[in-house]
C-alpha cells in the first residue's frame, strides 16, 4: 500500500456520460498529480494542485476537470466522456523540502476507465 | 522542448544475466532524474533518482543506475536479473526549475526476464 488511495478502481460507463474520480494523497503530502496512462499516448501529465492551488497544467482536455479540497484530497472530474478516454488514471502525491522521500511523487493504483 | 526517451519497446533478459534499461533525456539545466516501475495492474512505484552528487545511484530491489551528463543518459542496471523483475520500466525527468516536482515520463520498456 503506497498511501495514496483512489476510488474507484474500476469504473465502467457510456458515451457522453460523466465520472468523478477521488484521490487521497498520502499523509503530510500537500501536493497530488493526475497522470492518464493509455496505450497508446503513455503516461501524460495532467495537472497537479498544491495545498488547494493549481500548480501546473498539463495535456488536460476542456472536457476534464480537478479540483483539491481543503482537506487535500482532490477530483478528477471527466465529462462528455469519448471512446478514447478509456485509460487508467493515476493520482500521485509529494512533499518538498530535504527530507528523505520528499520531491518524489508517490502513485495510488489507479483508477481504470471503460467507456462503452 | 523537454523530453524523455527510452529507446527500446522491450528488452530480453536470461535469469541472472545482467540488464541493462536505456534512458536519454533532454531538459534545460540540471534536471531531477527517476525510474519507476510498474508491474501488472498495479501502481508505479519509486525504485530511485539521481538529484546530485555520485553518478551512480543505487534503488530498491537491487537496482542502480548511471547519471552520464555529457550523453544525458540515465541507464537503469542490475548485476543478475530475476524473474520477478519482469515489469514496465518507465525513466522521467523533473525539470531544474519550477514544475513544482512535475515529472515528465518516457513511453516505457517492458522488461521480461527469461527463466
Known amino acids: 500500500d503506497s498511501g495514496v488511495t483512489q476510488t474507484p478502481k474500476h469504473l465502467i460507463t457510456a458515451t457522453g456520460q460523466r465520472v468523478t474520480l477521488r484521490c487521497s494523497p498520502r499523509?503530510?503530502?500537500?501536493?497530488v498529480y493526475w497522470y492518464q496512462q493509455s496505450l497508446d499516448q503513455g503516461l501524460q501529465f495532467l495537472i497537479q494542485?498544491?495545498?488547494?492551488?493549481?500548480?501546473a497544467k498539463g495535456n488536460i482536455l476542456e472536457r476534464f476537470s480537478a479540483q483539491q479540497f481543503p482537506d487535500l484530497h482532490s477530483e478528477l472530474n471527466l465529462s462528455s466522456l469519448e471512446l478514447g478516454d478509456s485509460a487508467l488514471y493515476f493520482c500521485?502525491?509529494?512533499?518538498?523540502?530535504?527530507?528523505?522521500?520528499?520531491?518524489?511523487?508517490?502513485f495510488g493504483a489507479g483508477s481504470r476507465l471503460t467507456v462503452l | 522542448a523537454q523530453s524523455v526517451a527510452q529507446p527500446e519497446d522491450q528488452v530480453n533478459v536470461a535469469e541472472g544475466n545482467p540488464l541493462t534499461v536505456k534512458c536519454t533525456y533532454s531538459?534545460?539545466?540540471?534536471?531531477?532524474l527517476f525510474w519507476y516501475v510498474q508491474y501488472p495492474n498495479r501502481g508505479l512505484q519509486f525504485l530511485l533518482k539521481?538529484?546530485?552528487?555520485?553518478?551512480l545511484v543505487k534503488g530498491s530491489y537491487g537496482f542502480e543506475a548511471e547519471f552520464n551528463k555529457s550523453q544525458t543518459s540515465f541507464h537503469l542496471k542490475k548485476p543478475s536479473a530475476l524473474v520477478s523483475d519482469s515489469a514496465l520500466y518507465f525513466c522521467?525527468?523533473?525539470?531544474?526549475?519550477?514544475?513544482?516536482?512535475?515529472?515528465?515520463f518516457g513511453a516505457g520498456t517492458r522488461l521480461a526476464v527469461h527463466p
Open positions: 500521485a502525491s509529494s512533499s518538498f523540502g530535504g527530507a528523505p522521500g520528499a520531491n518524489v511523487l508517490t
Open positions: 499523509s503530510g503530502d500537500l501536493s
Open positions: 494542485y498544491y495545498n488547494g492551488e493549481e500548480r
Open positions: 531538459v534545460s539545466g540540471n534536471p531531477y
Open positions: 539521481y538529484i546530485t552528487g555520485d553518478n
Open positions: 522521467a525527468v523533473r525539470p531544474e526549475a519550477g514544475g513544482y516536482n512535475k515529472l515528465i
